[in-house]
């Protein structure tokens, strides 16, 4: 099955600076690799997504890159507020054929610090 | 067009009862996911339905936990006997079947606490 790695645990950034988060999976068929932000509480969100026919997608301050061939993909929020404290987790689905769950990796911390 | 609806949000159960999760899938969503929780830590899968059909449940326990989506009504999570270590929050998550519209987006969660 599936296995999602991703990185740092935890990630402290000074207001303003740019975060980055890695993920790499493990099967290659996987397609859709969607990014949630879970605040102390509540339940994930999701807040960008990318599917393997494209290698990068921006919205506002956040993208998103991926690379099949490496199999990983990251997440990269700019100009950090401290409203982007939470923690984020990637995923990784195979739509076609026969579907896959959605497999998580372990999370981000991500901390961000006046 | 509603959200992920779980209930309850909140269950408290003695050890041994039974505890029943309910999560009704948004509007056109035919795919549910269950997830769990434990404070500080990631989501673990449970298990993956489509209408009537288990796809996986690899993630499940292979007693005590058992789950449903019917071809009416809400998928149910279904605890039996339960013990202080299913104390967690449970989230599910729907979405579409086919390949182009995929997003799964999750319900507010139910959090289980067993005393």
């Known amino acids: 099955g599936e296995n999602v790695e991703q990185h740092p645990s935890t990630l402290s950034v000074q207001e303003g600076d740019s975060a980055v988060i890695k993920c790499t999976y493990s099967?290659?068929?996987?397609?859709?690799f969607p990014w949630y932000k879970q605040e102390l509480g509540k339940r994930p969100q999701l807040i960008i997504d990318?599917?393997?026919?494209?290698g990068e997608k921006k919205d506002q301050r956040i993208a998103v890159t991926l690379n099949k061939t490496a199999k990983h993909f990251s997440l990269h929020i700019t100009e950090t507020q401290p409203e982007d404290s939470a923690v984020y987790f990637c995923?990784?689905?195979?739509?076609?054929?026969?579907?896959?769950?959605?497999?998580f990796g372990t999370g981000t911390r991500l901390q961000v610090t006046l | 067009n509603a959200g992920v609806m779980q209930n309850p949000r909140h269950l408290v159960r003695r050890r041994g009862q039974e505890a029943r999760l309910r999560c009704s899938p948004m509007?056109?969503?035919?795919?549910v996911y269950w997830y769990r929780q434990l404070p500080e830590e990631g989501l673990k899968f449970m298990v993956y339905?489509?209408?009537?059909?288990?796809?996986?449940e690899s993630g499940m326990p292979k007693e005590r936990f058992s789950a449903e989506f019917p071809k009416e009504g809400p998928s149910i999570l279904r605890i039996q006997q339960v013990v202080r270590g299913d104390s967690a929050a449970y989230f599910c998550?729907?979405?579409?079947?086919?390949?182009?519209?995929?997003?799964?987006?999750f319900g507010q969660g139910t959090r289980l606490t067993v005393v």
């Open positions: 998550a729907s979405s579409p079947s086919g390949v182009v519209n995929t997003e799964a987006f």
């Open positions: 099967d290659s068929a996987s397609n859709y």
């Open positions: 990318i599917r393997s026919n494209v």
């Open positions: 995923a990784a689905k195979r739509t076609t054929g026969t579907a896959s769950k959605l497999t």
């Open positions: 509007k056109g969503h035919s795919h």
């Open positions: 339905l489509q209408k009537e059909n288990i796809i996986d």
